[in-house]
């Protein structure tokens, strides 16, 4: 990838900034109860790619927004999807044991202790949002927008559909519906996190982005997929395999590895293409989207 080290820059950055915030805004580990709050920080403190709020980011610095002004959105989004990978590791989901090249928070802790870790990230979540510094019509559309993406018609939903998928008969219909509210929900917000922090966006903008962010998160899944069976277990953090063992759908079980493939490369194109109306200032969401099929974990 051609602009690989700007993007590794960029992460970098983006990274330190949301560890920051949410350094800053989680409880901390002395303060009781301490076995919960060291398991909140034990599962949002760890390696993590950062994706969702390198996208927040990403789109400020397309809008020509400071960063300051996604701040609070981008540890939200964080927030949010570090509760959802404790829930989806717990064995009455996907009953993973690994998670980011480490045990997963309920092995490290227990189950109880993992199910309210996540319980209290989410709530946390809004409380950050409902806290920042934006104006109070921003801070209630990003509310709404982070509810949407993470309740029953969106990530949890998603969930949800997945759970009742495995073992059964799914097309490439039906698979994409699970993960457009699975994982695509949540990176469409992280999008949405930059331009609902800007009231001033004219709408073919708004909807440029939110076109991307539909692509990218679809692509993302597929890729997720792609390495559950070709990656390797100490690369991509986690048990490789795991959904054969699940006998779960994926994009190289309905459509084959190189259509699998291929389907990513061509949503990518697809997002690269809503992104024409922007100027240079839209680079990091365009080297992101090239990140996002080019990744190994």
């Known amino acids: 990838m051609q602009d690989?080290?700007?993007?590794k820059t960029?992460?970098?950055?983006?990274?330190?900034?949301?560890?920051?915030?949410?350094?800053?805004?989680?409880?901390a580990a002395e303060q009781p109860p301490t076995r919960l709050h060291q398991a909140m920080r034990y599962a949002v403190?760890?390696?993590?790619?950062?994706?969702?709020?390198?996208?927040?980011?990403?789109?400020?610095?397309?809008?020509?927004l400071a960063p300051e002004r996604v701040d609070a959105g981008a540890a939200a989004v964080e927030l949010i999807h570090a509760y959802s990978l404790i829930h989806d590791d717990l064995p009455a989901m996907d009953d993973d044991d690994l998670?980011?090249?480490?045990?997963?928070?309920?092995?490290?802790?227990?189950?109880?202790?993992?199910?309210?870790?996540?319980?209290?990230?989410?709530?946390?979540?809004?409380g950050?949002?409902?806290?920042?510094d934006a104006a109070a019509p921003a801070r209630l559309r990003m509310v709404a927008a982070l509810a949407r993406a993470a309740g029953s018609i969106g990530m949890a939903g998603g969930q949800a559909l997945d759970l009742e998928s495995e073992g059964g008969q799914l097309d490439l219909v039906m698979l994409e519906n699970i993960h457009i509210h699975k994982t695509g929900a949540l990176i469409r917000a992280s999008v949405q996190m930059a331009s609902l922090a800007c009231p001033e966006l004219e709408p073919a903008k708004a909807e440029a982005l939110d076109h991307y962010a539909k692509c990218i998160g679809l692509a993302f899944q597929i890729q997720d997929d792609l390495l559950d069976v070709e990656g390797?277990?100490?690369?991509?953090?986690?048990q490789s395999g795991a959904d054969a063992v699940h006998d779960k759908a994926t994009y190289p079980s309905l459509m084959g590895i190189a259509?699998?493939?291929e389907a990513a490369n061509n949503l990518v194109s697809d997002a690269l293409a809503s992104l024409d109306r922007?100027?240079?200032?839209?680079?990091?969401?365009?080297?992101?989207?090239?990140?996002?099929?080019?990744r190994d974990r």
């Open 259 to 261: 259509a699998a493939r």
């Open 278 to 294: 922007f100027d240079v200032g839209a680079d990091p969401l365009r080297w992101i989207a090239r990140y996002i099929v080019d």
């Open 232 to 238: 390797d277990t100490d690369v991509i953090g986690k």
């Open 10 to 27: 960029f992460l970098a950055d983006c990274q330190a900034r949301v560890a920051t915030t949410l350094e800053r805004v989680l409880p």
């Open 128 to 132: 950050v949002l409902a806290q920042d």
């Open 45 to 64: 403190l760890g390696a993590g790619k950062r994706v969702r709020p390198t996208l927040a980011y990403a789109s400020a610095q397309a809008l020509d």
């Open 4 to 7: 690989a080290p700007r993007l």
């Open 99 to 126: 998670r980011r090249g480490r045990p997963s928070c309920h092995k490290a802790f227990d189950e109880a202790t993992a199910i309210l870790a996540g319980d209290a990230l989410q709530t946390l979540a809004f």
